[in-house]
Each structure stands twice: as C-alpha cells, then as structure tokens.
C-alpha cells in the first residue's frame, strides 16, 4: 500500500516536471541565430537610370558588426559569359518587429547600387561573410533618355495562396520579358499574418520575380494593420514617404504611384491625406512643365481602390457608387483625385482591389469622352481608367454587377495581369493576360495621342 502510494506520487511528480522537460528544444529553437539572406527583391533608386536598391532579410544580425558589413551587395557586369562580383556596395540594417503578440522580429538589409552602366546585366548575391543568398542578374534601364520602349506586367492583389499567376510571371521574368513590375497594392493576405510569417513566405515566392527586376509596389487595405508596419518595413520604393507614395519616370512614361488607404484609414493620421494630396499637386504640376511634358509625354497613375465601380457588393462604393478616391472625403469633398488628375491630363489610371479586370471608356464625372466613336482611345478627351486585381488570391474572383454601367467598356473574370509596352511618346500598347486560358490576350488596346496635357473643358 505505501509502495504504491509511492509509485503514484512519482508519476505525477514526472507528469508535472515533463512539460518542463519538454519545453528545453522549444526554448533552444527561439534562440538559434539564422543569418541566411532571404526574401531578396529590387527597385529602382532615385535615379531609375542608374540605381538599384537591394532588399532582404535575415532572422538575426551578428553581434559586434561594424555598421553595413551585415548588408552587403557584391555585383558586377559579367566578362564572356563569366560572373564577377568585383564591386562591393554596403547599406543598412533595419530591426523589423511585426506589431502581432509574438513579436516576430527579422533584419531588413537595404543597399543601393549607384552608378550602374545603362543597357547592362549585372550579377549580384547579397548577405555577408555569415551567409550569401544565390547569384541573381538584373538588366539596367537602356538610357536615361525617353527614346526606348519599356515593358511592364501589372496587378493587383495577389496573394500566398492561390497566386495562380506568378508561375507565368516567373517564366515570362527569367525569359526577359520585362523592365519591372508594378503590384497595385494587397499582398500575400496578409502579411502580418501568422505573426508575419505569411509575409515572409509571399517575399519568398515573389523572390523569383523580385530580384530580378524592380518591382514596384503601393498599399493596399490587406497591408493596414499595424499602420502598414509589414508594407513599411519590407518594401523600398523611391522617395522619403515610407513608399506610401512616389513617383518614376521609365522611357517616355511618368509613373505616379498613391496610396488611396490614406482616404480610408484616417487614424493612422490626416496628414498622410493632406501630405499626398499636396505632392501629388507638386509632383503633378512639375510632370506638366512645358519641358518636361515634351520630353516624357505620358502620365501614368496607379493606386489601389479604383474610382469607378462595377461591383454591386463593393463596399467602398455607397448607394449613390460614390468613391472616396473620386469626389474626395464624404460630405466635405475635399481631396477628390478626379479632377486634380483631369486637370493635369493625367492619360491612364490604373487601380485594383476589386478581383477582376476591366477597361473603362474614356471618364471624366460619369460621363463618357470618347476621342471618336470610331477610336474611343485615339485622342481621348479624359483618362482612361483600368482595374486589374486578378492576379489571384485566396479571396478567390468577384462579381460584376448584374447591369454593367455604361462606361464599362470591357471585363473579364479570368486570372491574369496586364502587360504595358510604352512605345514612344505617341503609342502605348496594354494587354490582358488570362493565365485561366493558358496565357491567352483577352483583351488589347492602343492609347494613341497626338497631344498631352489638359483635357478640353467637359462638355
Ligand atoms: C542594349 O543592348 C542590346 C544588346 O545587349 C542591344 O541590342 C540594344 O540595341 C541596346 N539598346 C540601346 C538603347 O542601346
Ligand atoms: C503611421 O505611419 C506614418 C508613416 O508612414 C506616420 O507618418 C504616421 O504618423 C503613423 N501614424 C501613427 C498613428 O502612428
Ligand atoms: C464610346 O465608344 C464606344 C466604342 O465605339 C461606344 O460603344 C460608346 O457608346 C461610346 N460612348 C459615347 C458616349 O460616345
Ligand atoms: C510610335 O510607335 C508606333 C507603334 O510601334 C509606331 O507605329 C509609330 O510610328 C511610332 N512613332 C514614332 C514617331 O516613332
Ligand atoms: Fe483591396
């Protein structure tokens, strides 16, 4: 009888120590240093011509490092076919701590390349003597001159799972297709999930991508939380807005990227709205400088939540189909894109959100401004509006409305994204690619334009 009181006391004396015991390799994992580069990616620097900026992460940072030997960029232009990293540029590292409970914590390395040769491949790993990533290429711009025709692939929402295009853009990538990438806002749904884990595994599918063109990104609702801490934090588009907003010029094109979250998450602060609305004036008004408007003729925006819907459960479109983005803050109307964007002859305004593609007729205040019934996009008298956030996510396709509006001109269901080539000051060529139907052009169209500028008055 004593002897089994005993044995039972023992037992639960082990049962009660086990989970102790158990935890140690749990507690060893939380510790163990990780210093391999991951998540790399691209974008053009201040200077498109010539910069590039390097971004990736690592779980941990060596101790006793001087500042920049950590993050590391060696490249170089490679001699017959052979790859030399002969050059050497250094940059920052960044302490990045996801807002979830857990705390995720990573290091994001940034470097920028200066002074790269136009026209030129260049070879590059990034990391440290703690760790190299895999050697990536990437081709500079032609020239800094307008005088060539850049191609770009499109989209919007594109997520972790079921991002059922990115093995097309992956293939289309390394073949050379194209001069960069622009991801009009919702990634990875989400990125700060998972304690941010979701976010490091959609850096790694886009790596294939990513590091080796620029690719350029601006917020979406999916990257909100914790003040855009993930968006912040992991992207590095030009400018000092945190790449909330910024701008671009490729050929004979000036890219003008917004975010249209500042309209909707004001407690993130009022002053975002009235920082971008007071750029996007400034930045506007310099594109259309007599000298400038002549050298580089086209005005390209995009921004995340579309103006227009063709949606009937789209909830940012109230019963009266009234955007933020398009007549400004409710009641007030103040900061409506419309017309800032009409009066500076802005030509196309692409957006996403909405999980579908579709080509708008020339718009300008719900009326349609055709150049002629003949050539609606021949000299139109206002911008042409597209939506394209198809690329594919687990939120999966959205509906049309049962009655489209008028001013549609076009849409497809399908996933896919949108090719642009910008073929010099007069013609610009866009593309709809269903990856459903096995990379097949759904739709095409030229924009053609004898003039830019502002538009005549609306009739
Ligand atoms: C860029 O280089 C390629 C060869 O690599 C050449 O065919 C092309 O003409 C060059 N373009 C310009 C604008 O110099
Ligand atoms: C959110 O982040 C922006 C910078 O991107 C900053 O200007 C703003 O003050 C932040 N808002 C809050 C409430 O922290
Ligand atoms: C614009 O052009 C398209 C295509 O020709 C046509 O279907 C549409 O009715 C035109 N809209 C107006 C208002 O002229
Ligand atoms: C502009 O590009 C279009 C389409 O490739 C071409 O037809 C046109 O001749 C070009 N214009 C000039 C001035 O080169
Ligand atoms: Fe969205």
């Known amino acids: 009888m004593q002897q089994l009181h005993f044995a039972l006391l023992a037992s639960l004396l082990l049962l009660l120590l086990l989970p102790g015991i158990r935890s140690t390799p749990t507690d060893q994992k939380a510790n163990i240093v990780h210093y391999q580069p991951e998540q790399v990616h691209l974008a053009f620097g201040e200077r498109t011509d010539s910069e590039i900026v390097v971004t990736w992460s690592t779980r941990s940072l060596p101790p006793d490092q001087e500042v920049g030997a950590f993050s590391v960029v060696e490249y170089g232009q490679p001699v017959d076919g052979q790859v030399r990293l002969t050059q050497q540029a250094r940059g920052t590292a960044t302490k990045f701590v996801d807002g979830g409970h857990k705390q995720a914590t990573q290091f994001i390395h940034r470097v920028t390349l200066r002074d790269l040769k136009p026209n030129a491949t260049y070879s ?17 711009v032609p020239s800094a001159a307008v005088d060539w025709s850049p191609s770009l692939a499109i989209y919007g929402d594109m997520g972790n799972e079921n991002a059922q295009s990115l093995a097309r853009l992956q293939q289309e990538t390394q073949r050379g297709m194209y001069d960069a990438i622009i991801h009009v806002g919702d990634f990875a749904y989400d990125m700060n999930t998972k304690n941010a884990r979701v976010g490091d595994e959609f850096m790694r599918q886009i790596e294939t991508v990513a590091a080796y063109l620029p690719y350029m990104v601006v917020p979406g609702n999916h990257e909100e939380k914790f ?95 009234e955007t933020y983005i398009r007549q400004g803050l409710p009641m007030l109307k103040w900061f409506g894109l419309e017309d800032l964007f009409f009066k500076h002859g802005v030509d196309v305004e692409i957006f996403a959100h909405e999980h579908f593609y ?45 009655d489209l509006p008028s001013w549609n001109a076009y849409n497809s269901n399908d996933y896919g994204y949108t090719r642009l080539k910008a073929h010099n000051g007069t013609h610009l060529h866009f593309e709809q690619v269903s990856d459903d139907q096995d990379g097949a052009i759904v739709d095409s169209f030229w924009v053609i334009k004898d003039k830019h500028g502002a538009y005549p008055a609306p009739q």
């Not at 609305?277 to 400038?292: G, I, K, T, V």
């Open 124 to 140: 590059y790993h990034c990391g440290s003597d703690f760790g190299w990533s895999a050697i990536f290429q990437f081709r500079t």
């Open 227 to 321: 003040n855009f801490s993930n968006y912040r934090a992991r992207f590095n588009m030009p400018g000092e807005t945190d790449s909330l907003w910024y701008s671009f010029n490729l050929g004979p094109v000036h890219f003008v990227s917004f975010s249209t979250e500042v309209y909707y998450f004001l407690s993130y602060g009022f002053k975002l709205l009235t920082k971008q609305f007071e750029w996007l004036e400034r930045d506007l008004a310099e594109a259309n400088l007599p000298e400038n408007r002549a050298k580089r003729p086209w005005i390209i925006t995009y921004g995340h939540r579309p103006m227009y819907c063709s949606d009937d459960k789209e909830y940012d479109c109230n019963s009266d189909l």
């Open 358 to 402: 579709t080509r708008l007729w020339p718009i300008y205040n719900y009326k349609v401004y055709n150049g002629s019934a003949e050539a609606p996009y021949t000299n139109p008298k206002a911008p042409i509006q597209i939506i394209t956030g198809s690329a594919g996510c687990k939120e999966e396709r959205e509906p049309f409305s049962k």
